[in-house]
């Protein structure tokens, strides 16, 4: 009786003359993802069949779940296209079960009839054992697909993956990393859609090596600790700007252009290191900073390229739901330094204008020089 895993993905079957290099990227990252484990990995009917050790299989599916582009995962058996054989791998599959349901796809036509299979199959199993069908709620779901002449499978598990696109497929991406809730899940969010993400965070001079330690713990969720992908962290230090901002003269644009900077360094940066966007963790109307208004205001700085808001129409608790299947929600929620929520004045500006803005900006005569100057001593931190 061989077991193995099937993998299957549903989104990719709609890119028609292109599937062949979606399946291949995706062919590449499962590989990588379970690289340190004994396994062979086949492209076989425009599914994955993954061979694999035993003692490792828990561990195993938990990686596949998490890697986009995978709609299904299968736990499946192996057997030859002959009833007799079918019936002895189907009972053997229900010992320690009370009820079950059996269901039938028949790639292979010319074997036996539907209502057939299903009639010799299940009345065999009803005579060797204490079970009954339940078609409604059954402990065990028998899928038996009659593949060819020669061979026929027995799905006994159906799991589902995250879906999406493969890693790798949209381009990649920098994303403005804080150590809340939302930056993390709009991460993942895009790295769902196909995207290489990257990861970009502000501090001061007053954050410790915790916080740090932080938002390498919370990349390591979105990556599967690199298995995924070996993400980068670039670190700026912000305090000089900051120290800056404090002399305009209006406090309550004092969020506006804070977030207007770290755009305009955000995206030199990503020019520089050749990234095709940026992405943020906006939720509309959520707090000042994400009102239609301020997106407008701060966007009007970024005028090479996009910036992606892949939570734009999500609310908290939609959030957090995401966050809490990602595993990052309780990372997340732990203490950190802000540099947004440190510098926040009591009343800040709901609806600011770009005219306001540029013209607070014209005040602070050292803003770009040691705008350039933070970007010059950036760091780079390989996350492991």
């Given at each position: 009786m061989e077991k193995f895993i099937?993998?299957?993905?549903g989104e990719l079957f709609l890119k028609g003359k292109n599937r062949s290099s979606f399946s291949g990227c995706l062919f590449k990252n499962v590989k990588r993802a379970l690289k340190g484990f004994?396994?062979?990995?086949?492209?076989?009917?425009?599914?994955?069949?993954?061979?694999?050790?035993?003692?490792?299989?828990?561990?195993?599916?938990?990686?596949?779940?998490?890697?986009?582009g995978i709609s299904y995962i299968h736990i499946c058996y192996m057997c030859e296209t002959d009833i007799n054989k079918i019936e002895e791998l189907a009972c053997k599959l229900c010992e320690g079960f009370k009820t079950f349901k059996i269901e039938i796809k028949r790639k292979h036509k010319n074997f036996m009839e539907r209502d057939e299979i299903i009639s010799s199959v299940a009345r065999k199993i009803l005579s060797n054992r204490e079970i009954v069908v339940d078609v409604n709620n059954p402990?065990?779901?028998l899928t038996i697909e009659i593949h060819s002449s020669k061979d026929s499978y027995i799905w006994t598990d159906k799991i589902k993956g995250i879906g999406g696109l493969p890693i790798g497929v949209n381009g990649s991406c920098l994303s403005l990393l804080s150590g809340g809730i939302d930056s993390p899940v709009a991460s993942f969010q895009v790295q769902k859609r196909g995207q290489i993400v990257d990861y970009l965070t502000f501090i001061t001079e007053d954050v410790t090596e915790k916080t740090?330690?932080?938002?390498k713990k919370l990349i390591n969720k979105i990556t599967l600790n690199n298995k995924i992908h070996n993400a980068k962290l670039y670190v700026i230090d912000y305090t000089k700007v900051q120290h800056e901002l404090m002399h305009m003269s209006n406090p309550k644009y004092r969020i506006t252009l804070m977030r207007r900077s770290f755009y305009r360094i955000a995206q030199e940066i990503a020019l520089k290191n050749n990234y095709d966007a940026l992405v943020c963790g906006d939720s509309l109307g959520q707090v000042a900073s994400q009102t239609?208004?301020?997106?407008?205001?701060?966007?009007?700085?970024?005028?090479?390229?996009?910036?992606?808001?892949p939570l734009l129409t999500f609310d908290k608790q939609e959030i957090i739901e995401i966050a809490k299947k990602i595993d990052t929600y309780e990372t997340s929620i732990g203490e950190h330094e802000d540099v947004c929520s440190m510098f926040a004045p009591q009343n800040p500006a709901t609806k600011p204008s770009v005219k306001l803005a540029l013209s607070l900006e014209n005040e602070l005569k050292l803003l770009n020089y040691i705008e350039q100057s933070v970007i010059n001593k950036i760091k780079i931190i390989n996350v492991e």
């Amino acid at each position: 009786m061989e077991k193995f895993i099937v993998i299957k993905f549903g989104e990719l079957f709609l890119k028609g003359k292109n599937r062949s290099s979606f399946s291949g990227c995706l062919f590449k990252n499962v590989k990588r993802a379970l690289k340190g484990f004994e396994f062979n990995l086949v492209n076989k009917n425009n599914m994955f069949f993954l061979f694999f050790e035993q003692e490792n299989e828990n561990e195993i599916l938990d990686i596949l779940k998490m890697i986009p582009g995978i709609s299904y995962i299968h736990i499946c058996y192996m057997c030859e296209t002959d009833i007799n054989k079918i019936e002895e791998l189907a009972c053997k599959l229900c010992e320690g079960f009370k009820t079950f349901k059996i269901e039938i796809k028949r790639k292979h036509k010319n074997f036996m009839e539907r209502d057939e299979i299903i009639s010799s199959v299940a009345r065999k199993i009803l005579s060797n054992r204490e079970i009954v069908v339940d078609v409604n709620n059954p402990e065990l779901l028998l899928t038996i697909e009659i593949h060819s002449s020669k061979d026929s499978y027995i799905w006994t598990d159906k799991i589902k993956g995250i879906g999406g696109l493969p890693i790798g497929v949209n381009g990649s991406c920098l994303s403005l990393l804080s150590g809340g809730i939302d930056s993390p899940v709009a991460s993942f969010q895009v790295q769902k859609r196909g995207q290489i993400v990257d990861y970009l965070t502000f501090i001061t001079e007053d954050v410790t090596e915790k916080t740090i330690d932080k938002l390498k713990k919370l990349i390591n969720k979105i990556t599967l600790n690199n298995k995924i992908h070996n993400a980068k962290l670039y670190v700026i230090d912000y305090t000089k700007v900051q120290h800056e901002l404090m002399h305009m003269s209006n406090p309550k644009y004092r969020i506006t252009l804070m977030r207007r900077s770290f755009y305009r360094i955000a995206q030199e940066i990503a020019l520089k290191n050749n990234y095709d966007a940026l992405v943020c963790g906006d939720s509309l109307g959520q707090v000042a900073s994400q009102t239609l208004e301020s997106i407008n205001t701060i966007s009007n700085v970024c005028d090479k390229m996009q910036i992606f808001r892949p939570l734009l129409t999500f609310d908290k608790q939609e959030i957090i739901e995401i966050a809490k299947k990602i595993d990052t929600y309780e990372t997340s929620i732990g203490e950190h330094e802000d540099v947004c929520s440190m510098f926040a004045p009591q009343n800040p500006a709901t609806k600011p204008s770009v005219k306001l803005a540029l013209s607070l900006e014209n005040e602070l005569k050292l803003l770009n020089y040691i705008e350039q100057s933070v970007i010059n001593k950036i760091k780079i931190i390989n996350v492991e």
